[in-house]
T-cell receptor, first 114, second 110 residues
Framework: EAQVTQNPRYLITVTGKKLTVTCSQN?????MSWYRQDPGLGLRQIYY???????DKGDVPEGYKVSRKEKRNFPLILESPSPNQTSLYFC?????????????FGDGTRLSIL | GQQVMQIPQYQHVQEGEDFTTYCNSS?????IQWYKQRPGGHPVFLIQ???SGEVKKQKRLTFQFGEAKKNSSLHITATQTTDVGTYFC??????????WGLGTSLAVNP
């Protein structure tokens, strides 16, 4: 089944403890991205990747890192999480980053940073 | 930079009433996509519009792209409780940047 898989689905952790949210897609998509969703603010893009070894900042990249060593995986790293990073996170992928490609989303990861 | 304004932010309707959400831009949009996010779920692609004046239908949902390609709408006829969720529009900008509307949250009273 074609899908985008995120792990974990839920995480409660403490300020400063490094964490990684994994994202994997099995559709051979070139384009992958991370979003955070907060009430009233819609979907804000954190980072995106056009292809392997190519990553770029989105609208809200501060406090986050990403890597794209393989086509299928695009982990989101919080080196020193802070409470303002408490949010719902989505990974998404599309075949290419062109105008007519639908975005496929993972089920989301709800992070709580205490 | 390029922006897409989506209105209204919230809409509360009685079951059976119609619902419309709008996305507007000050610049020409090459395309517009629509997504639905159910409560507790993730956004799911509904449709894409690329042609001026384009109208597409999916059962009770009607999607329109304006003649000037600066606005788009999603209209739901005779809402049902299964229509509850947040509807987003998305534009892939000239520099490949993805520009999302803030979404319209629809609540339906049974």
């Amino acid at each position: 089944e074609a899908q985008v898989t995120q792990n974990p689905r839920y995480l409660i952790t403490v300020t400063g403890k490094k964490l990684t949210v994994t994202c994997s897609q099995n559709m051979n998509h070139e384009y992958m991205s991370w979003y955070r969703q907060d009430p009233g603010l819609g979907l804000r893009q954190i980072y995106y990747s056009m292809n392997v070894e190519v990553t770029d900042k989105g609208d809200v990249p501060e406090g986050y890192k990403v890597s794209r060593k393989e086509k299928r995986n695009f982990p989101l790293i919080l080196e020193s999480p802070s409470p303002n990073q408490t949010s719902l996170y989505f990974c998404a992928s599309s075949l290419r980053a062109t105008i007519n490609q639908p975005q496929h989303f993972g089920d989301g990861t709800r992070l709580s940073i205490l | 930079g390029q922006q897409v304004m989506q209105i209204p932010q919230y809409q509360h309707v009685q079951e059976g009433e119609d619902f419309t959400t709008y996305c507007n831009s000050s610049t020409t949009l090459s395309n517009i996509q629509w997504y639905k996010q159910r409560p507790g779920g993730h956004p799911v692609f509904l449709i894409q519009l690329v042609k001026s004046g384009e109208v597409k239908k999916q059962k009770r949902l009607t999607f329109q792209f304006g003649e000037a390609k600066k606005n788009s709408s999603l209209h739901i006829t005779a809402t049902q409780t299964t229509d509850v969720g947040t509807y987003f529009c998305l534009h892939a900008g000239n520099n490949r940047k993805l520009i999302w509307g803030l979404g319209t949250s629809l609540a339906v009273n049974p």
